[in-house]
């Protein structure tokens, strides 16, 4: 095997791993434990109103960008879905946290969200959709980098200043 086939069968699995995981997040809110109803009173208790087209949103985002960049299909569109995502669950639930995931912090978050992103500056490789297409390298490098980060950060700011308005702390 050349050294560019492993690297596209890495960009593949990689794609694959991080797609579907995200895609997986969510159909859960689909169709596993409480639902769309009970996610949509969870968005609402933490702040994101309302619940109900939060938690549409969300899980429609998570499954159609995870099964994009599965998929290998605007790649950088569909980063830029992940950073948007995880930036929005990284500041509403995990900020308070600290970094580390054992303590429920953000750094799961950042991690899905800097790699999806990178993905999209060397993009998706030989087996995408994207390359079958023939956008394999017109929308990556610097662009893709652009597009992932610029678009999913602005979002997710865009998101949270219309939308965000957490419960006042107690002070007991």
Not at 70 to 81: C, K, N, Q, V
Not at 82 to 98: D, E, I, K, S, Y
Not at 112 to 124: E, H, N
Not at 152 to 163: E, R, T
Request: net charge positive; aromatic share 12%; hydrophobic share 55%.
């Amino acid at each position: 095997m050349k050294s560019h086939d492993a690297i596209d069968v890495s960009l593949l699995v990689l794609r694959m791993a991080l797609g579907l995981t995200m895609a997986a997040h969510g159909q859960q809110k689909f169709f596993a434990g409480g639902r769309i109803e009970g996610t949509a009173r969870w968005f609402d208790g933490m702040g994101m109103k309302p619940g109900r087209f939060h938690a549409l949103t969300a899980a429609s985002t998570e499954v159609g960008s995870g099964l994009m960049l599965a998929m290998g299909l605007l790649t950088p569109f569909a980063a830029a879905a992940f950073v948007g995502l995880m930036f929005v669950a990284g500041w509403t639930v995990h900020r308070p946290n600290g970094f580390f995931s054992v303590r429920s912090g953000w750094e799961l978050n950042f991690i899905l969200a800097v790699t999806a992103g990178c993905l999209a500056g060397v993009g998706p490789g030989r087996w995408s959709l994207d390359r079958a297409v023939g956008i394999d390298d017109t929308l990556f490098g610097w662009l893709g980098l652009a597009i992932a980060f610029g678009l999913g950060l602005s979002a997710a700011i865009a998101l949270l200043a219309v939308f965000y308005r957490p419960p006042a702390q107690s002070s007991d």
